[in-house]
């Protein structure tokens, strides 16, 4: 393994503490070390692999993200956040939970990844695999309810496939990354018809 992915051990030591303490985006990358990009936004992408009902969690990770993987393509050896960014936290009760309910799945995939079919992550397929994982973390930055878990999985395979030079995790990735593209249509082009009815019903029943 390259990066070494023990995913479960680090999310339970980073997530460690007080359930009403808020674990802030730079505490969390303080606590990661000299990982590489790709395993920091993993594990700052896994909580919204998991249903948490945390407000704007994927604004919360995705915005970093997205000034991560910026500084990934260009080249920086460690990474850095603009303190308002990295003062921006969750409650640790919140993901303490979420990671009581992922446990069996992580375990799962930490089993399962290595390398193979690495054709996959190689030359221009990997440029290009890269390109995508970065278009799909913008996805997942921007502000678009219900539309957080789809590029969250493709996003987390994406990364768990370059770190460990697993192709099977790179079609995983571009799978969901089909998925999240359709989903998203299907929510830009459905929700304001949804929100112009919920308000026409609204004011139907104030009148």
Same mark, same amino acid.
């Given at each position: 393994?390259?990066?070494?992915f023990p995913?479960?051990?680090? /999310?339970? $030591?980073l997530?460690a503490?007080?359930r009403?303490?808020l674990l802030t985006?730079k505490?969390?990358?303080?606590? /990661?070390g000299?990982r590489?990009?790709f395993?920091?936004i993993?594990a700052?992408?896994f ?8 407000p ?12 991560l ?7 920086r050896?460690?990474?850095s956040l603009?303190?308002?960014?990295g $003062?921006r936290? %969750?409650? $640790?009760g919140s /993901?303490?939970?979420?990671?009581i309910?992922?446990?069996?799945h992580?375990e $799962?995939?930490?089993r399962?990844v290595?390398?193979r079919?690495e ?6 397929m990997?440029?290009?695999?890269? %390109?995508i994982w970065?278009l799909v973390i ?8 219900f539309?957080n878990l789809?590029p969250a999985?493709?996003i987390?395979f994406?990364?768990?496939?370059m770190?460990?030079?697993?192709g099977?995790m790179?079609m995983l990735?571009? %799978?969901?990354?089909a998925?999240? @593209?359709?989903?998203?249509v299907?929510?830009l082009?459905?929700?304001p ?7 026409k019903?609204v004011l139907?029943? %104030? @009148?």
């Open positions: 393994m390259k990066d070494n995913l479960l051990e680090t /999310l339970e $030591r997530f503490g007080p009403e303490s985006i505490a969390f990358l303080d606590g /990661l000299d590489s990009y395993f920091i993993a700052l992408n909580p919204n692999c998991i249903p948490t009902g945390i704007m969690l994927s604004s919360v990770t995705g915005i970093p993200m997205v000034l993987a910026i500084q990934h393509f260009l080249g050896p460690s990474p603009p303190e308002f960014v $003062r936290g %969750v409650p $640790r /993901l303490q939970q979420m990671l309910r992922a446990r069996p992580i $799962r995939l930490e399962a290595h390398a079919n054709w996959w992550v190689q030359g221009t990997r440029k290009v695999t890269e %390109v970065f913008v996805v997942l930055a921007l502000p678009i309810p539309d789809f999985w493709a987390f994406f990364c768990v496939a770190i460990e030079d697993d099977i790179a990735g571009w %799978v969901l990354t998925v999240t @593209a359709v989903w998203t299907f929510l082009a459905v929700g018809y949804v929100v112009i009815t919920l308000i019903s139907s029943r %104030v @009148a």
